[in-house]
Nanobody, 124 residues
Framework: VQLQASGGGLVQAGGSLRLSCAASGFNLDYYTIGWFRQAPGKEREGVSCISSSGGFTGYADSVKGRFTISRDNAKNTVYLQMNSLKPEGTAVYYC??????????????????WGPGTQVTVSS
């Protein structure tokens, strides 16, 4: 199971980025995918997650209304559209996979396959 997050970069506050999480070596169809972030000196936090079918999603309160998670199982990829970015959103963003398990609180303990992160920097 390999996951690769991409799409990070430097953006001004109020701007947008779209992150992608591509899977290789396995089929995403049976996996809940979550996005998490970790800022320097802070604990990792769950940002959003999406069920295997795409029918259920969860978002952290801090990103509701600004971020949208989606998936394209045909492309074996999950996306995180991030709009109205804030400086406090600066962090390394990771995607992770959980087999069949879904909770709209997106607890990190449910996810057992993690990819390397992508840096998102939001300037004020």
């Amino acid at each position: 199971v390999q996951l690769q997050a991409s799409g990070g970069g430097l953006v001004q506050a109020g701007g947008s980025l779209r992150l992608s999480c591509a899977a290789s070596g396995f089929n995403l169809d049976y996996y809940t995918i979550g996005w998490f972030r970790q800022a320097p000196g802070k604990e990792r936090e769950g940002v959003s997650c999406i069920s295997s079918s795409g029918g259920f999603t969860g978002y952290a309160d801090s990103v509701k209304g600004r971020f949208t998670i989606s998936r394209d199982n045909a492309k074996n990829t999950v996306y995180l559209q991030m709009n109205s970015l804030k400086p406090e959103g600066t962090a390394v963003y990771y995607c992770a996979a959980a087999f069949l398990t879904f909770s709209d609180s997106c607890p990190g303990r449910d996810f057992d396959s993690w990819g390397p992160g992508t840096q998102v920097t939001v300037s004020s």
